[in-house]
Structure formats: structure tokens, C-alpha cells
């Protein structure tokens, strides 16, 4: 009788062969497909035919010592070979790269230009926790845009940024102070994060009349951290998750594979 039944065993192991092979024969041609469309673009070369340009940044993120942004490096090495406009593939999502300071000029201020619901949503919020939402800098349809921007006209006239120009200036001299250890040129400057809390301070100081310059500070740039308030430390952090979710759009895969990094950026959000 067990003799009798194998005669099915082909067949079945044919169906099982199908069920796996059709959705990858079936990826591979859509693969295929959105690589050709995008052909006449530069494109660096991709380490993994699925993963596409993802793999890239996953192998330098191992290269690299810091971690946290391989996109910073891999970036300008790709415009060096590709030039100032490439595409990326994460998966079967292509991303037009352009470095061209006119580009992202007329991308950013036209109106006619559209903008990718991918690319701002991606700040939404960042794995699972809210971070910007759907504000000012997340709405990328313009006509949903256009009546909140009219609502801070108001604070970029020209007289109100003259009466600001105090507070900017102070943050410049502030901006410089920190640097100067490093003007003898014996020690590489962390000009990254040197601009990361040059920004925050602006923020702090125009946006919300707060001085935080005493208490902000950075073991690299040789400043004392105080533990008084960690607004800048908890902005980099949250940055960093933005940077992720661009780096690494499966979220859910990422919160799979790294939990506590992922839980990490929720709660410096929070």
C-alpha cells in the first residue's frame, strides 16, 4: 500500500518546486523590468540583485568604524563614478540621486515638480513612534502645503530677521569657539557635529528663546556634557533613526534584526 502511494510523491514535490519558484521567477522578471526602465541613468554597481543598492550600504555600514550614517561616505564615492545624477535601487524601489546644487534647488522651491509621498513619509514617524507627523516638512502635496507655509510669511520678512540678527550672530561666534582647538590643524575637527549643534543652537535660541549653550556639549569636540538637558544628544540620536529608515526602508525587518538600536530611537523621540 505505501508502494501504491508513491506515485503522487513527483508530483507533489513538482507543485512545491512551483509554489516556490513562480513568485521568485515572477520578482526576478519585475526586477528586471524596473532595472531596464531605469537603464539610461547612471547606476553604481549593485551588490545584491534582490536587495539592490541596499547591500551596498549594508557592507559599508560593516566597514565603517561609526556606523551610524554610511550614506555620507557612499554617497559622494558613487558621485565620483557616476557623476551628479544617479539612481539607487532599494529592492524594487528606484531613487533618482541628484548632487547637483541646481537640481535640489528646483526640486525643493518648484512647484511643478512632484514630490515623492515615499521620501517625506519616511519622516512620519520612525519606527513606530511619531516623529514629525504630517507638518510643514512632511506634506508633499503642494496645495496642502501652501496655506500652512503662509502662516509663518510673517517671520521671514526682512524686518523680522533683522531683529534676529543678534541671536545669529551669537551662535556663529559660539559655532567658531568650539572649533578653535582644532585650527592648529594637528587634529582632524568633527565639523559634522560641530554643525549638528550649531543648527540645534540656532533652533533653540530663534524658534523658542532658549539658551542652551552652556549645557550642550560633545566628548569629541572636547566640551563638557552635562546631563542637565540632552536636547542635542537625543536630536542626533533621532536623526540617526531618520537616517535608518532612509538607509533601511523594511522597518519592521530592521526592528526584527536590531531591537534594541530600534528601541533606542523610539525613546530618544520620545
Known sequence: MFNSMLWWAPYLAGG???????????????????????SHIPSPKMDSFFLGHIANFLAMRRKMKNEDEPMATIIPKWTAECGN???????????????????????????????SHNTVEVMNNIFGQRYMGRGLFTIPDY????????????????????DLLPKFNKCADTFLERLRPYAGGK????????????????????????????????????????????LSHLTLISLKGAMKSITFPIKMLFTLIHPQEAGMYREAIL
Do not use: C
Open 16 to 38: 512545491l518546486f512551483l509554489l516556490v519558484a513562480t513568485p521568485l521567477l515572477l520578482a526576478s522578471l519585475y526586477l528586471v523590468y524596473i532595472h531596464r526602465k531605469f
Open 187 to 230: 587634529r582632524e575637527a568633527p565639523m559634522k557635529e560641530a554643525f549638528h549643534e550649531a543648527a540645534l543652537d540656532v533652533i533653540s535660541k530663534v524658534a523658542f528663546s532658549s539658551d542652551f549653550d552652556k549645557e550642550w556639549g560633545n566628548k569629541r569636540l572636547g566640551l563638557k556634557y552635562t546631563t542637565d538637558t540632552k
Open 143 to 162: 496645495e496642502t502645503w501652501k496655506p500652512q507655509r503662509k502662516l509663518y510669511d510673517p517671520s521671514f520678512k526682512r524686518s523680522s530677521l533683522k
Open 85 to 115: 545624477l544617479f539612481v539607487i535601487f532599494y529592492i524594487y524601489h528606484p531613487v533618482v540621486v541628484s548632487t547637483n546644487p541646481e537640481d535640489v534647488k528646483k526640486v525643493a522651491f518648484d512647484e511643478s515638480v512632484a514630490k
